[in-house]
């Protein structure tokens, strides 16, 4: 009995077992793909903003939105008051300032698509990139250009490890900035 129990097990489930955890993963890893690895990724957003006309051609300050980017480890997506500063009385009139008026009287936070992601095992801090004089654009590209902002570069381990270890090569601008650390325990905490 104990015999062909095991054999029943080792003979039907685990084959089951494994093919479902392989395709699972193969699934995942290949429908995240464009998440994950990210170059092109360009969701559409619930409002169409353009970083072309704001921090291009207006030339708002990165920061002026994005208020954490030098206190905290996250750059912080801008809350609608923030884009109200302006908007309450720049082009009221326009379709998606209209929409984006609406979502701030009813007090519901917009529900933008997150474009540059590290996986939820890393640890990122932007404060310290961007206290060290590491420009926005080194990372996420020049927004400054884009109406739809989209991933331009790899947010994977050996992307990160590239810049940290050959900081002078790739941010030649940085003069006696030292190389990031490479250590498992710098971004995996």
């Known amino acids: 009995m104990k015999n062909s129990l095991l054999d029943h097990i080792l003979r039907i489930r685990l084959p089951i077992t494994i093919f479902v955890a392989v395709s699972s993963f193969a699934i995942t890893y290949f429908a995240s793909r464009a998440e994950r690895d990210g170059i092109g990724y360009s969701p559409d957003q619930p409002i169409l903003f353009s970083h072309k006309l704001h921090a291009g051609q207006m030339n708002i300050d990165c920061r002026y939105c994005h208020t954490g980017v030098e206190k905290t480890r996250h750059a912080l997506v801008p809350s609608l008051n923030i884009c109200m ?86 941010l030649p601008d940085l003069k006696g900035i030292p190389n990031g650390p490479d250590n498992c325990f710098a971004c995996h905490r």
């Open 85 to 170: 500063n302006c908007h309450s009385v720049a082009r009221k009139d326009r379709p998606e300032i209209i929409k984006l008026t609406k979502y701030y009287n009813d007090g519901d936070a917009l529900p933008w698509k997150r474009i540059h992601k590290t996986p939820d095992f890393v640890y990122f801090n932007h404060s310290v990139h961007v206290n060290k004089g590491i420009d926005c654009v080194n990372c996420h590209g020049d927004v400054r250009q884009m109406d739809k902002i989209m991933q331009t570069n790899s947010f994977t381990m050996s992307a990160c490890l590239d810049c940290h270890r050959n900081a002078h090569e790739k």
